[in-house]
């Protein structure tokens, strides 16, 4: 099914919730909810989330499609350096079980604001089910509640929004 960004349903916003049973097992185990769309009232971090929509949108039509992530990461945080928006670049965080912090370490793209994640994909296919995965985890460590993750290997900019 394709997802279209909430953005494109100004008109007629509803609430679609998807149970990540309907992706793979690997997502499905994480028992959490995606919201593909929202009433654009009640969007947690809606203009931060439309800011990096934005900044993103921007990058894009500068570089267009098909350079390396890097590339994309760099232009990123220098537009958004150039924009005043705060973030962290390849922010850490510790995998806790148990009370026990576990040796290996997720490393997200960039944290916005002190409270979006956003991942950084480039892929002609899309933004897959293990990109989703990889972000609600993302989500979970770090105790945000939003993640964006952002393709850049296509014709046009993809992004999607993941609310935990």
């Known amino acids: 099914m394709a997802v279209k960004s909430p953005l494109s349903n100004y008109s007629s916003p509803q609430i679609t919730r998807i149970h990540t049973d309907e992706f793979h097992n690997d997502v ?6 995606l919201l593909r769309y929202t009433n654009m009232e009640k969007l947690v971090f809606k203009n931060e989330t439309f800011q990096l ?9 500068v570089l267009g499609h098909g350079f ?3 590339v994309y990461k760099d232009a990123i945080e220098e537009e958004a350096q150039a924009r005043g928006i705060r973030n962290e670049r390849e922010k850490e965080y510790d ?22 994640i956003l991942e950084v994909k480039v892929s002609d296919k899309g933004v897959a089910d293990e990109h989703i995965a990889q972000t609600l985890n993302y ?5 945000r509640k939003v993640g964006l993750i952002v393709n850049f290997g296509r014709q046009s900019l993809e992004h999607k929004r993941l609310i935990f």
């Open 139 to 143: 989500i979970k460590i770090s105790g």
């Open 95 to 116: 995998v806790i079980i148990k009370g026990k912090v576990l040796r290996h370490k997720f490393f997200a793209d960039f944290e916005f604001f002190d409270s979006i």
């Open 28 to 33: 499905s185990s994480c028992g959490l909810w």
């Open 68 to 70: 390396s992530e890097i």
């Open 53 to 61: 929509i934005g900044l993103c949108m921007e990058v894009h039509r």
